[in-house]
């Protein structure tokens, strides 16, 4: 099999460790230390066997690997090329030949505006907090690391044959940082060249104009926090894969990230909420990673809306009674079961669950082939009744029905041989601390505590009430 066309896991697995946070950081950091170096090897008298040039080239062979394993992993190649054209060129001066075009490693300081839109949604808990748009102020920050480099390198070019104090990198960034921050030279300090004059004036005309847009960005976000309004980051909708989708919201939601976050098979795929609410709920209790929930807003009944979702390369779906729109039960129960119809029929298979106001619709449901449905008013009236016979049931129940604490509901694959459900109650028991309490046979049809001389074969499937953990021993 070609390198180029990995399987859909080993490609799945490689893109979230390519697309991971953790990897974004290192390559901020590598970004920022191949722009020192290129500042180094022209600022200062460097030989062919200097350790500086054998960092630059470890560094830029980095990037090729990284580049490759991205394009591995895109879906979407001319995407891929338009995104990554500026970090493609910068990879030039790896080639000896090439070593000339070594000023294109500043082009990979653009990539940092789009890493810092990644770091946008990563922290959207203290972008809350500080009540600032993020993404801007990062841009702003970018913007003054290449302005204080580009005119240190420049000054030094003008003047540090003529100009005096110019023939030091440390002091050419510390002039330069301080004359754009400030808006005037540090102590009067005034090039002499004609040209390190003009530069002068660019920069500090460069501070003026970042100061007041860093000015602008903050008033604009206060007022849009006034406002109650946010910005959405939708990013990449159309590039996720194998991720779940939960169409509508209400109360209900924020309970169901937080269970899927807290499952070992579900937690580290992406989450797309498709709902017609013009911000994303917040979800900072749930314990789920920020980058790993997208938004899109739109009506989730329509097919477009669905096609933009990514129905058929999803993992699951889930279908809320959604609320957001004040809509009557009935209503409620209509979109739900003409979203099923709709994904069930965009992809065949999926696995797709639906919360439902009233059983009479589930007949349309199972005709679709849903796989499972909840009656939300149904499943609240049970739990009632069981706390009326008992306060305590109420609390079991609850427990079941959490990953987050206590025992839970597990489905586990059946024994290698046909056994006596007796034989397989105490020995999950004795070896795990399993309760085994039911079968599910192959079509489907779960028996719940059956005889001790019941044959569970292969096909079956066991239930337990267990700790996670037992899944994986």
Known sequence: MSILRPSDTRRRTLAFYVNHPVTDFFVMVFIIASVVLLVFEETMPVSDGSWVLYASDSITAIFAIELSLRFIVAKKKKRYFRRYWPDLLALLPLLRPLRFFRFFRLLRLFRLFQLGLLLDRRVSVLRGVLRVNFYFLWILVVLTIILVIGSAVMAFVFEHRVGDGFSSLSDNMWWAAYTIIAGEPIGGHMPATPYGRLLLAAMMLSGMTLFAI?????????????????????????ELEDHIIICGWNDGGEA?????????????????????????????????????????????????????????????????????????????????????????RMKKGIYCVVELMDAANEAHLAVAGVEAFIMRNDLAGRALASACRHPRLIDVMMNLLTLRRGQTLLRLPGPKEATRFGSLLSGLKAERGALLIGVEAKDGDTVINPSHDL???????????????????
């Open 214 to 238: 860093f000015t602008g960005v903050v008033s604009a976000t206060m007022i849009d926090r006034l406002q109650g309004t946010t910005r959405l980051g939708e990013l990449d909708i159309d």
């Open 256 to 344: 169901l990230v937080g269970e899927l976050t807290a499952d070992e098979e579900l937690s580290g795929r992406a989450i797309l909420l498709v709902n017609e609410r013009e911000e994303m709920p917040d979800l900072t209790t749930t314990g789920v990673r920020p980058d790993l929930v997208y938004h899109l807003a739109g009506d989730f009944t329509q097919l477009k809306v669905l096609e933009r979702a990514g129905v058929e390369r999803a993992y699951r779906a889930v279908v809320l009674a959604d609320d957001t729109r004040g809509h009557l039960e009935a209503d409620r129960d209509a979109r739900s079961v003409l979203a099923a119809l709709t994904i069930e």
């Open 455 to 473: 044959m569970v074969t292969p096909e079956h499937h066991l239930l337990v009430i267990s700790d996670i953990l037992v899944e994986s021993k």
